[in-house]
């Protein structure tokens, strides 16, 4: 089973096949075939830092502790999440079908559906906010009649560890391990709570999209979105990275395990095999009361074929 609050597990438990939307209108945000554009990667040098956490917010099942030392040999990583339009682009150039696609259906959170699509729908009982809808996928986020075409510079959703590895394969890069994800969205900062620091709101300042209000009946939106945002609307850290909290939860490269390399391990990329891939950084429906994990030490895992309407991921590459 995946985040409690944020993204439903083990989603695609049965195979029935919906023919896929018509795609988005791909304005100039992409069209760049399989080369990334330079700016769209930052490359940070290798070096040490602290990775995890053991402090009184810390989800201590979710095995963010031991803190420990870990090394890092220089990598590159995506100044953001990849887009719907990026995505298209992808799509138009090899025809790839999701799994959400080849499925037929993906978990939309509720409230975003009109009432015909409401009611009736299969609910998790752990999660029952989540609404299973025929025909949402990529470009139809909230099922048929909806689509992409003013949200192209969105994180694209309802794709799985296996739609994030063929995209990554298609541009000639890769999914980050669970280390770099943390040392590049730490932003140059050791022991803060957030990427930006201790504090949630600076100055009052809303610094990522989560959840405002009482969840999950009541959102206030008061950071000016109730599900995803631009992936550019809050300030990068200190690496120039942006959307490290909030927004979408993003998958990473490795398996699941709370039993962590020693300290002082180089390159850590978790076990050889396992049942669970990582998710990082939260969505925008974490929320203090039930999931705070858009803290930056915060972890997750979900089954690889699972996918949902607040699930994305940026992409990696070696120095």
């Not at 296996?162 to 980050?176: E, F, H, I, M, T």
């Not at 915060?298 to 990696?316: E, L, Q, V």
Request: glycine share 12%; net charge negative; hydrophobic share 30%.
């Amino acid at each position: 089973m995946g985040s409690p609050c944020c993204a439903p597990g083990g989603a695609h438990a049965s195979s029935v096949i919906a023919p896929t939307a018509t795609l988005p209108t791909i304005h100039p945000l992409a069209g760049r075939g399989n080369a990334p554009p330079t700016d769209a990667l930052v490359m940070l040098e290798g070096g040490s830092f602290r990775m995890g956490s053991e402090d009184s917010d810390a989800n201590h099942g979710d095995g963010e502790g031991p803190e420990r030392t870990v090394t890092l040999s220089s990598f590159w990583i995506s100044r953001h999440t990849v887009t719907n339009a990026e995505f298209g682009d992808f799509v138009r150039d090899t025809g790839y079908r999701t799994g959400a696609e080849r499925f037929g259906w993906s978990y939309v959170f509720a409230s975003f559906l009109p009432s015909h699509l409401r009611r009736g729908a299969q609910r998790p009982a752990a999660v029952p906010w989540w609404c299973r809808v025929d025909g949402a996928f990529w470009a139809a986020p909230e099922g048929p009649g909806s689509d992409v075409d003013d949200r192209l510079d969105h994180p694209v959703v309802h794709v799985d560890h296996n739609d994030a590895l063929a995209y990554c394969a298609w541009a000639g890069l890769r999914l980050p391990t669970e280390a770099e994800w943390e040392y590049a969205a730490r932003g140059g900062l050791e022991g803060k709570q957030y990427a930006w620091g201790d504090e949630l709101t600076p100055d009052g300042r809303h610094r990522c999209n989560i959840w405002q209000g009482s969840f999950p009946t009541r959102n206030t939106a008061e950071d000016g979105y109730r599900g995803t945002a631009p992936v550019e609307s809050y300030e990068p850290n200190g690496f120039g990275l942006y959307g490290v909290a909030g927004n979408v939860w993003e998958w990473c490269a490795d398996w699941w395990t709370t039993n962590h390399a020693p300290n002082g391990t180089r390159d850590p990329r978790g076990p050889k095999d396992g049942e669970l891939r990582v998710m990082r950084g939260g969505s925008y429906l974490c929320h203090a009361s039930y999931c705070n994990r858009y803290r930056v030490a915060a972890r997750t895992n979900n089954d690889p074929s699972s996918c949902s309407g607040n699930i994305g991921f940026r992409c990696a590459k070696d120095a």
